[in-house]
């Protein structure tokens, strides 16, 4: 049913776009062209959404339906809510991603370290003492 | 608006609605959400309810639009709460690498520390061992310097020494052949200077070396004195090369007509080597008449005051004449 709602809806988005627009579609319409710039290809159903959600709402704002405006508005506005937190999600689940990485690579590194010191100590314990000349015996 | 575009907003807006008494959510989802995101939770139950109550009236089409608004604001709580999550997990990440780092830093530190401590340990004991080559290595140069000049000095000793036997030799073989007395037991001799010699090379001593020297010139001075008796008259060859050893001797010579004259010096009786080797008597003016008899014998004929100046004249060695 989404799919074809969005079909229809790619259909109507080439027909001319609404003659007025009121302060709070054109915020709307910044959010939306913002979180497009993100090019997330897992949040495109939901900016569609809320593009053809906020045509609905100047739509049925210009024809008078004032609640049923307001229904479309706060459907777009829902939908663009989601977009942002599963861009901000992606950004974040990258950024742990990189600090998984380097929590490993710190891991080796310290592993390399280690070994590289327990070889050192290792080898310090095998040194022959050097005798000080005070313990030395005279010949 | 044209039909299309209102069929496309109706089936957007109103998609995923429920049918009538359907329960739009799990309420133990609902429970788990609203910690992190209680707004938007609150905002789904309020869309559910507008939406219950649009169906009560019977109109589905609002019904369905709330229940996408529903829908919408709890799918938003399920990614701030997923968000809350992410963020705490970041958080714990950055803490746990920044500990690591640090850690790892400290370790770092530790591992220099070692490893210059064993390069200080290493760079001792290599400079020690080095000392201690370079000590047996000089101790071993000093030894074989020492080695050296000892049998240089004997060996210099050794070559005159063989040098004057090989010479007495072939002067006393002169003799022979002059018609001359040959040397006694010469044979024995230079097989006995042969034997010190390699004695000596084999392990050098300074008072055999030096025994082995004088045995070979007392040879050499007999085998002279041989060849001057022998020789009965002295060829103006030999004269001649008396006189250059005489001069190198230190001993002012000269050939004259009366002979050769060697002037009288202190330095005469230590090289009386050169005498012998001439024939016929030795005439010795002054006070070196007695002491070259002694050494000499009948050979030497004095005349003058004791207290003239010394001269030595040997008639024999006459200057060729032009």
Request: aromatic share 2%.
């Amino acid at each position: 049913m989404v799919v074809v709602g969005l079909a229809l809806g790619a259909f109507a988005a080439g027909q001319p776009a609404p003659s007025r627009t009121g302060e709070r579609a054109l915020v709307l319409q910044r959010r939306i062209a913002s979180l497009r710039a993100e090019q997330n290809a897992q949040v495109d159903g939901r900016l569609r959404q809320a593009e053809l959600a906020l045509q609905a709402a100047s739509t049925r704002q210009e024809s008078g339906e004032r609640e049923a405006g307001e229904r479309a508005y706060r459907i777009a506005e829902a939908s663009l809510d989601i977009a942002a937190s599963r861009i901000e999600n992606a950004r974040l689940r990258a950024a742990i991603v990189a600090l998984e990485r380097d929590r490993i690579q710190l891991e080796e590194q310290q592993s390399v370290v280690d070994s590289a010191i327990a070889a050192a100590e290792r080898a310090l314990q095998h040194e022959p003492r050097e005798v000080p000349r005070s313990e030395r015996s005279a010949p | 608006m044209n039909f299309c575009l209102r069929i496309a907003l109706a089936f957007t807006l109103a998609c995923g609605g429920s049918p009538a008494g359907a329960r739009l959510f799990d309420d133990d989802a609902i429970d788990e959400l609203r910690p992190a995101a209680p707004v938007l939770v609150e905002e789904a139950e309020g869309a559910a309810s507008s939406a219950r109550d649009a169906r009560a009236r019977g109109n589905d089409a609002v019904a369905r639009e709330w229940e996408t608004l529903a829908r919408l604001k709890l799918e938003a709580a399920e990614a701030k709460a997923a968000r809350a999550e992410l963020e705490a997990r970041l958080a714990t990440l950055r803490d746990e690498v920044s500990a690591r780092s640090q850690r790892l830093a400290e370790r770092i530190a530790a591992r220099e520390a070692l490893v210059a401590e064993r390069r200080d340990t290493l760079v001792r004991r290599a400079a020690l061992e080095e000392a201690a080559r370079a000590f047996e290595t000089a101790e071993g140069d000093e030894r074989r310097r020492n080695r050296r000049r000892a049998t240089a000095l004997g060996g210099a000793r050794l070559s005159a020494a063989l040098a004057l036997a090989d010479r007495a030799e072939l002067i006393a073989a002169a003799a022979v052949a002059l018609g001359g007395a040959p040397l006694p037991s010469l044979s024995a001799r230079l097989a006995q200077l042969r034997q010190q010699e390699g004695a000596v090379r084999s392990e050098p001593r300074g008072a055999s070396e030096a025994e082995a020297l004088a045995n070979a010139q007392a040879l050499h001075v007999e085998a002279l004195q041989r060849l001057a008796d022998a020789r009965g008259e002295a060829s103006p060859a030999s004269c001649r090369t008396f006189i250059a050893m005489a001069r190198e001797r230190g001993l002012e010579a000269h050939l004259r007509d009366e002979g050769a004259v060697l002037v009288g010096s202190d330095r005469l009786p230590a090289r009386i080597a050169v005498l012998r080797s001439m024939p016929g008597p030795i005439v010795v003016q002054g006070s070196l008449a007695s002491r070259l008899r002694r050494r000499l014998g009948e050979r030497v004929q004095r005349v003058g005051a004791a207290d003239a100046s010394p001269l030595v004249l040997l008639p024999r060695c006459t200057a060729p004449r032009p």
